[in-house]
């Protein structure tokens, strides 16, 4: 079946713009994550949704990144005013359950702050 | 000092080659721990999981985890090219939320 996916696959912004991520999990998947990977570094967790409850924002780096789950489906990681040092990978994972080792990721949305 | 300690590498080995990876974690809390492994403009996989100390091992792959000295490690047997990719570790307590080391490159050549 289709697993996690992430568009786009690439992203360019000016600094100072707003910029939106998607995320589409595998179907049926209560369980959503975002995370931001920079060069050579590991993921970070920025959020988590249990349905279209955000339960865990405690990852986001400022108030300029938002993130919306509506229907507790597709996911929306809204980053506004784009600064240098928001460029990095932007991972979503998607999972059934709350469990440790039941994520699964999509190929990320890389994006590139100029 | 981050939670959980990774060396970057690279780690280049010999097709055949025994690998060993390793990872410390600072949070003795820590009680799920996990291994990804990540391709080049992939996400990460997950390769092995464990709950608490021991050993566990799938086909070429054996994590070992030693909750006392708070040490983890994978070891790769007869490694193959198709191996190579950047490898995750990382950990999680009761919220199952991952803290993840910064990963190793591996490379296995022919």
């Known amino acids: 079946g289709a697993g996690v996916s992430q568009s786009p696959r690439y992203k360019v912004a000016k600094r100072g713009q707003d910029v939106a991520l998607r995320c589409d999990p595998i179907s049926g998947h209560v369980s959503l994550f975002w995370y931001q990977q920079a060069l050579g570094q590991g993921p970070e967790f920025l959020t988590y949704f249990q349905n279209e409850a955000q339960l865990d924002k405690s990852g986001l780096p400022s108030d300029r990144f938002f993130a919306e789950r509506p229907e507790g489906s597709v996911s929306t990681l809204k980053i506004q005013r784009t600064q240098q040092e928001d460029s990095a990978v932007y991972l979503c994972?998607?999972?059934?359950?709350?469990?440790?080792?039941?994520?699964?990721f999509g190929p990320g949305t890389r994006l590139t702050v100029l | 000092q981050k939670e959980v300690e990774q060396d970057p590498g690279p780690l280049s080995v010999p097709e055949g080659a025994i690998v060993s990876l390793n990872c410390t974690y600072s949070n003795s809390a820590f009680q799920y721990f996990m291994w990804y492994r990540q391709y080049s403009r992939k996400g990460p996989e997950l390769l092995m999981y464990?709950?608490?100390?021991g050993n566990k091992e799938d086909g070429r792959f054996t994590a070992q985890v030693d909750k006392s000295s708070k040490y983890i490690s994978l070891f790769i047997r007869d490694s193959q090219p198709s191996d190579s990719a950047t490898y995750l570790c990382a950990t999680s307590g009761g919220s199952y939320i991952p803290t993840f080391g910064r990963g190793t490159s591996l490379i296995v050549h022919p």
């Open positions: 994972a998607s999972s059934p359950v709350l469990a440790p080792d039941t994520q699964y």
């Open positions: 464990t709950y608490s100390s």
